[in-house]
């Protein structure tokens, strides 16, 4: 099953990237694009859906920093299975 | 005595953390691939790019078969020194708490920083006093230190004006609650001789290091 988990700076922690972004837009001539952040992308092919979520917690992401999203790619339409949210932070 | 220094693929600061080692103890290197620690009395964790920093800086690396030695290590009291990319390790490790994120600037910084010594509580700073002034070399692009920690556990700030990645409280080194494991982002191993390192400054925390694994 291919599989993408999304991974982006927890809100509320500075994230230098989304804002140098957010800066160079306006001055391409893009106005109006704001709340700009930039995550990574992992795209994998797995045998057990059920151990995504462990992968995120152990290795593909660092929930004290990150925020991570699973999306099962092979859906007709994409489907999150969830978006983990840790209270912490 | 034994200081053992933990070589990753990509870590590039090992030879210094060893000629550094070697002044205060006999130094031992340690493979990433080996999770025999050679009967060491204590454990550096050098700076670099270990596996290529890739998907973050230290993610990999905490998964080493030497990493689990050292974790248990640690777990067990020995002390343990995270250097830069071996601070970052550690915080992935979960030996220390919190996290390092990309500088505010975005940039790679290398630049001589002024440390503050917060507390001699610790045994890497037992050498020193509290208020003394390190001067010690920073060279990195993830060090912009992120996480709880105790008021007691912050054991080296940058001096006002030298937080030039943006870590909370100016915080530049932190020890674990039992004491025994320190993370720090400025290079101490490049600072052990004056005519290099533009101190000797950053010899002070293996002298401290070394008085307590003796111990």
Not at chain 2, 88 to 116: M, W, Y
């Amino acid at each position: 099953m291919r599989a993408r988990v999304l991974i982006r700076p927890k809100a509320g922690i500075l994230d230098p990237q989304g804002v140098a972004v957010e800066r160079a837009l306006p001055a391409l001539g893009f106005a109006g694009a704001s709340n700009v952040h930039v995550g990574r992308l992992v795209e994998l092919d797995v045998a057990d859906a059920s151990q995504l979520e462990e992968m995120c917690r152990k290795l593909l992401a660092n929930p004290l920093i990150e925020d991570y999203e699973i999306v099962l790619a092979d859906a007709s339409t994409a489907s999150s299975l969830r978006e983990h949210r840790e209270a912490k932070g | 005595m034994k200081l053992g220094v933990v070589t990753f693929p990509g870590t590039c600061d090992d030879v210094d953390a060893r000629l550094a080692a070697a002044k205060v103890a006999d130094a031992v290197a340690l493979w990433h691939r080996d999770p025999d620690l050679h009967g060491v009395d204590g454990v550096i964790v050098p700076g670099g790019f270990s596996y290529g920093d890739y998907l973050r800086a230290g993610a990999i690396a905490r998964f080493s078969p030497v990493m689990a030695s050292v974790v248990s290590f640690a777990r067990a009291g020995g002390p343990v020194l995270g250097i830069c990319n071996g601070f970052q390790i550690l915080c992935e490790a979960g030996l220390l708490p919190g996290a390092l994120l990309p500088n505010t600037g975005l940039r790679f910084v290398c630049r001589q920083v002024d440390l503050v010594v917060q507390t001699t509580d610790t045994p890497f700073t037992s050498t020193c006093t509290v208020g003394e002034i390190l001067s010690i070399p920073a060279k990195h692009t993830t060090g912009r230190f992120f996480g709880d920690v105790a008021p007691e556990q912050v054991v080296l700030r940058y001096a006002p004006g030298h937080n030039f990645n943006g870590s909370q409280d100016d915080i530049a080194g932190i020890v674990n609650e039992q004491g025994n494991v320190m993370g720090l982002m400025p290079h101490p191993e490049h600072a052990v001789d004056r005519l290099v390192g533009g101190s000797a400054d950053g010899l002070k925390l293996f002298e401290g290091m070394a008085r307590v694994a003796v111990a």
